[in-house]
């Protein structure tokens, strides 16, 4: 079945450095991946998405390319900040003729993300 | 438009009794999440409704977890008897069938169970 792997936390990382949390997935067919990040006491917020190969999801300075050869999609941001700090979930989505469940989310454990100042 | 809202945000009850968690979707949405987040699980689908029919229950852990969907604008999960290990955060989430793959997400509820 579908499943997300991301690197394990916590991530710690002083403010203004480069952020690489990785992502990889299994699943068949053509999913699409998201970021979700969780600020404390609240839901889930999605951050970005690519639903084909070699797209690139951006929002809010953070970024993700959809690499189908590696089946990865790491999150990128060059300079955190303190209001980075939250957990961080990979998740797909299954689509295509993969006779997957093209409906729900498979999410990853979640990467937790400390920026101090 | 005031996104997915959940009531209660916190509820604390003791073990036996039930508990019955309601999720407003986003108007227009026509499919309909319940995912429960614990430390040792993360995020788990419960089980999933398109135009108010249940599609899918398999993550549903056991019969005490039962969920419906009355209407398009309202949907309940009712845990009976509850249990000291159904302490969780249970998300709701709505999205368009059709549309967009991102789900929406309810800002949750913390249950505990004593």
């Known amino acids: 079945g579908d499943s997300v792997t991301q690197m394990e936390g916590p991530v710690t990382l002083s403010e203004e450095a480069c952020l690489t949390i990785?992502?990889?997935?299994?699943?068949?067919?053509?999913?699409?991946l998201f970021w979700y990040v969780q600020y404390p006491g609240e839901g889930l917020q999605l951050l970005l998405k690519a639903t084909k190969a070699d797209d690139k999801g951006s929002n809010k300075g953070f970024e993700a390319t959809y690499r189908k050869e590696t089946t990865s999609f790491h999150l990128e941001k060059g300079s955190v900040q303190v209001s980075d700090s939250a957990v961080y979930f990979c998740?797909?989505?299954?689509?295509?003729?993969?006779?997957?469940?093209?409906?729900?989310?498979?999410f990853g454990k979640g990467t937790l993300l400390t920026v101090n100042p | 438009d005031a996104g997915v809202i959940q009531s209660p945000r916190h509820e604390v009850t003791e073990m036996g009794q039930e508990v019955t968690l309601r999720c407003k979707p986003i108007s227009g949405h026509n499919s309909l999440f319940w995912y429960r987040q614990t430390m040792m699980r993360g995020l788990e689908l419960l089980i999933y409704f398109n135009n108010n029919v249940p599609i899918d229950d398999s993550g549903m852990p056991e019969d005490r977890f039962s969920a419906k969907m009355p209407n398009a604008s309202f949907s309940t999960l009712k845990i009976q008897p509850s249990e000291p290990r159904d302490s969780a955060v249970y998300f709701c989430?709505?999205?368009?069938?059709?549309?967009?793959?991102?789900?929406?997400f309810g800002p949750g509820t913390r249950l505990t169970v004593l």
């Open positions: 990785n992502c990889t997935y299994t699943a068949t067919g053509y999913p699409s």
């Open positions: 998740a797909l989505s299954g689509l295509g003729n993969s006779g997957g469940s093209n409906y729900k989310l498979t």
């Open positions: 989430a709505s999205r368009l069938a059709g549309g967009p793959p991102d789900s929406h």
